[in-house]
C-alpha cells in the first residue's frame, strides 16, 4: 500500500488490502507456519535457538542420566533458576540500552550481607531488613546512571568499579566470622527452599496465558478490522492459545507428580511479565527500545535520555538486590562466597543465551526466562554426572558464544534484508 497509517483509517481498502485478508483468513494455521519461516529466513529468529537448546541439552543429559527429568529434580531446577533469573532479567533492561553492568553479582553479595547483618546480628524486622537493601540497591544503579550520564564515564568502567567497591563493602560489614546463618524456620528461608504453589492454584495459572493471548488477539483483530487492515483468522488465534495452554498444563501437571511448582519460581515468572508488559506496552519502554537503537535519534524526538538511562540502571541494581535476598534464602546464610563465582558470567550469559542482543535496541523480559533455563540445565545435567565445574564453565562459555555468532549473523541478516 502507498497510502499512510493517518490516511487508512479514511480511505477504504484497496483490491489488494482485500485479497490479502482472503489469503490470510483462507490460509490459517499453514499461513502462520510459512510466515514464520520468512522470518526465520530474514534473520528474526526470536526464541527458536533456545528452545532448540533446550531440547537438546534436555535429550543428551536424560540419556546419559535419567534422573535428570524426574519432577523433583526439575523442581529443585526451577528453585535454582529463580535466583539468578532475576538478576538477569535486570541486565536486560540495561543491554537493551547497549550498556552494561558487572557489578551484578557483587550487589547481590551485598545485599545477602544487610540482610544478615541487619536482620540476624542487629534484630532489624526482616521487612524492614529487605527494604534497606532494596533502597541501597536503587542508589549504587542511580550512581551508576549518573557517572555515566554526568561524567561520560562508560558503564563497562563504573561498574566494574562498583564490582570491587560493593564486593569490599560486602566483606567489610560480614565482619571477621565471614558468614551469618539465617533462620531455617523463617518464612524467607522458607520460601527460598521448600514452598511450593498448590497444584489447584498452579494449574489454574496455566491458563491464563492462552486466556489473555486470544483476548488480546480479538481486541488487535477488531483494531485493525476497523481501519480496513488485514488481520488474523480466529482459528489461528485458538491453535496458538491451545498449543500453548497444552504446554503449560502438561508441564505443571508432570511437576505437581515431585513437590510442585515454587512460589520462588513464580515470582520471577510474574517479575518477567510485569517487566515485558512495561517494555511492549508502555512509553517507558518503547523508550528504552529507542534510545538503545539511536540515542541521538531518541533525544531529537524528546525522549528524555537521562531519565531512561537512570530508570534502567536503578531497575539492574534493585533486581540484582532482590535476587541477592532470595540466594540468601535459598542457602539459608549471607557470607562472604555470596554473589562470587559465575553468578555475573550467568546472569549476563542467560540474557544473552535468551535473545537479548548486545548491540542494544532488541531483547525480551523473556530473554531471562528461557537464558537462565538454558544454564541451569546445563548447570544441573554436569552435577547429576558428577562433572567438575570446570566442564561447566567450559560450556557456558561455549553456548554464550555460540548465543553471540547467532544474534550477530542475524543482525547481519537482518541489515541485509532491510537493504533489499
Not at 539468578?84 to 545477602?112: Q, T
Not at 480496513?228 to 498449543?243: D, E, G, H
Not at 539459608?332 to 562470587?340: D, E, H, L
Request: hydrophobic share 50%; glycine share 10%.
Amino acid at each position: 500500500m502507498s497510502t499512510d497509517m493517518s490516511n487508512q483509517s479514511h480511505t477504504p481498502s484497496t483490491a489488494l488490502d482485500r485479497s490479502d485478508e482472503r489469503v490470510t483468513h483462507a490460509e490459517g494455521i499453514s499461513g502462520m507456519l510459512r510466515a514464520f519461516v520468512g522470518r526465520v529466513r530474514s534473520g528474526d529468529l526470536g526464541m527458536l535457538p533456545v528452545a532448540v537448546g533446550l531440547i537438546v541439552i534436555s535429550t543428551v543429559f536424560s540419556i546419559l542420566n535419567p534422573i535428570f527429568l524426574a519432577p523433583n529434580n526439575l523442581v529443585n531446577l526451577l528453585f535454582d533458576c529463580a535466583t539468578v533469573g532475576i538478576i538477569s532479567l535486570g541486565i536486560v533492561c540495561v543491554l537493551l540500552l547497549g550498556e552494561i553492568d558487572l557489578s551484578v553479582g557483587s550487589m547481590s553479595g551485598l545485599a545477602s550481607a544487610i540482610i544478615g547483618v541487619l536482620w540476624v546480628n542487629t534484630g532489624v524486622p526482616l521487612p524492614l531488613a529487605i527494604f534497606a537493601a532494596l533502597v541501597t540497591g536503587a542508589a549504587v544503579g542511580a550512581l551508576y546512571a549518573l557517572l555515566y550520564t554526568r561524567l561520560g564515564m562508560p558503564s563497562f568502567v563504573a561498574t566494574l568499579a562498583g564490582l570491587l567497591a560493593l564486593l569490599g563493602m560486602q566483606l567489610y560489614i560480614l565482619g571477621p566470622t565471614g558468614s551469618i546463618n539465617l533462620p531455617y524456620a523463617s518464612p524467607l528461608v522458607r520460601f527460598g527452599q521448600i514452598l511450593v504453589m498448590p497444584a489447584w492454584l498452579s494449574h489454574m495459572l496455566a491458563l491464563v496465558p492462552g486466556a489473555v493471548l486470544i483476548v488480546a488477539g480479538l481486541a488487535i483483530r477488531r483494531r485493525r478490522q476497523t481501519v480496513n487492515l488485514s488481520s488474523r483468522p480466529v482459528s489461528t488465534l485458538v491453535f496458538k492459545a491451545a498449543v500453548l495452554t497444552l504446554a503449560l498444563e502438561g508441564a505443571i501437571y508432570y511437576l505437581n507428580i515431585g513437590r510442585g511448582v515454587p512460589w520462588m519460581f513464580g515470582l520471577f515468572v510474574l517479575l518477567v511479565v510485569v517487566l515485558n508488559y512495561a517494555l511492549t506496552r508502555t512509553k517507558w519502554g518503547r523508550s528504552i527500545f529507542a534510545v538503545g537503537g539511536n540515542r541521538e535519534a531518541a533525544r531529537r524526538s524528546g525522549i528524555n535520555v537521562r531519565r531512561i538511562y537512570l530508570s534502567a540502571f536503578m531497575l539492574c541494581s534493585t533486581l540484582a538486590t532482590l535476587g541477592g535476598i532470595l540466594s540468601a534464602s535459598r542457602l539459608a546464610s549471607s557470607s562472604q562466597q555470596a554473589g562470587t563465582g559465575d553468578v555475573n558470567l550467568n546472569a549476563i550469559a542467560a540474557a544473552v543465551i535468551g535473545g537479548t542482543s548486545l548491540f542494544g535496541g532488541r531483547g525480551s523480559a523473556y530473554s531471562a526466562l528461557l537464558g537462565i533455563i538454558v544454564i541451569q540445565a546445563i548447570s544441573n545435567g554436569l552435577t547429576l554426572l558428577n562433572l567438575s565445574s570446570s566442564l561447566r564453565y567450559m560450556i557456558t562459555g561455549a553456548v554464550l558464544a555460540i548465543a553471540v555468532i547467532v544474534d550477530s549473523l542475524a543482525r547481519r541478516s537482518r541489515v541485509s534484508h532491510g537493504r533489499a
